[in-house]
């Protein structure tokens, strides 16, 4: 141990600057008071190995500190995080949050290492009628990024990072990049987006209809092309998400009962998920030089584990990750609409979707409840 101990600090902060997790550069701090010494995440914004479920904040109390919680390994992490107090909060990736504060500011914060991008207000946001408890219901519904919008090796904001929101009540499109003074809104027949993924190079957009769209980004002229057409059988109060795995784009829906559905009226539980569908978008036909598509059924997701809510959707191989299950959906709360109209606020409707037995159990045993920013998966 004591040669490591003795390794000259350049060296160390050249291997220090080789991770690629944040649960690697914990290990690497523990190691000894020599590489503990060395350790600083100022220009190392890393992610969690696995997601980490972001705990909301206390509804009642400003406490800065915010609670994450690897439910795979039961560690919880306690940083305190002023940055994020009274702030709406969404996952994208790269360890990266978008907040969203009362007073319509909107920022990329990376929670590890403190990074504060901040992005430009946009003028349509200001035009809504908001009040402070419900303005985050009409104001952003999801964030995804292109790539990592810090560069490890230049320690520079990439330029070439998009920035995609859902936004407004109407849940249209907009991007920014870092650096950019406005939004840009993205044209669309369609309107109410529910999700936004980027794949393979482009980003890709489903309404509540079941419709998915190719985003065409352009400072001049952004917008969107129809790819399929509307899902037959699907419901437009079910929720979509759109999730690249294993080189493939799936549209899931999750179903969900309560008394606030009509049909469910005499339901005493305001909106519960009582299930999953996936589809997987295959090339079906060449007609007169262009792919068509069709969605075919998907019933297994072999080692993948998915997970939804108020974040990026992301797969990921469950075997990589000690206690994850495969083959399974995890989700968040992210029925924004309906926070308000519970008791206690959104975050009770959290869980696991096993799809080989369609059951439903617990990932989180606790309570984590808000009316504006409920529990999340941070990426």
Known sequence: MSEW???PHDILIEIMRRLSFYDDFVMFGATCKSWQSVCSLENLPLSPRCPWLMLAEDNEQRNPTRVFVNLFDNKVYNFRLPELVRKKCFGTSFGWLLSVGTDFQMNL???LSKHLLSLPPQPNFEDLDHHDDDFRIIFVD?????RNPWNLVTHEYEADCIIMVIYCNIKTLAFTRPGYKVWIDIK???????DIAFYKGNFYAVDCHGEVFICHIDDDNAFTKSVTPRVLGTRD????YLVESLGELLLVSRKLKGNLYAEDDMDETPYVTTGF????????IEVKGKNEYKWVNVDSLGDQALFLGCNSSVSLSASSINGCKANCIYFTDDNIEFYLATSNGGGYDMGVFNMEDRTIGQHYQGESLSYYSTPTWYI
Not at 188 to 194: E, I, L, P, V, Y
Not at 237 to 240: A, E, G, L, N
Not at 277 to 284: D, G, R, V, Y
Request: with cysteine; proline share 0%; glycine share 0%.
């Open 5 to 7: 101990a003795d390794l």
């Open 109 to 111: 914060f990376h929670s």
């Open 142 to 146: 999801k964030c995804v990024l292109s």
């Open 188 to 194: 669309s027949h369609s309107r109410c987006f529910d």
């Open 237 to 240: 109060d079910m929720q979509k």
């Open 277 to 284: 569908t996936i589809l997987k978008l295959e090339c079906s």
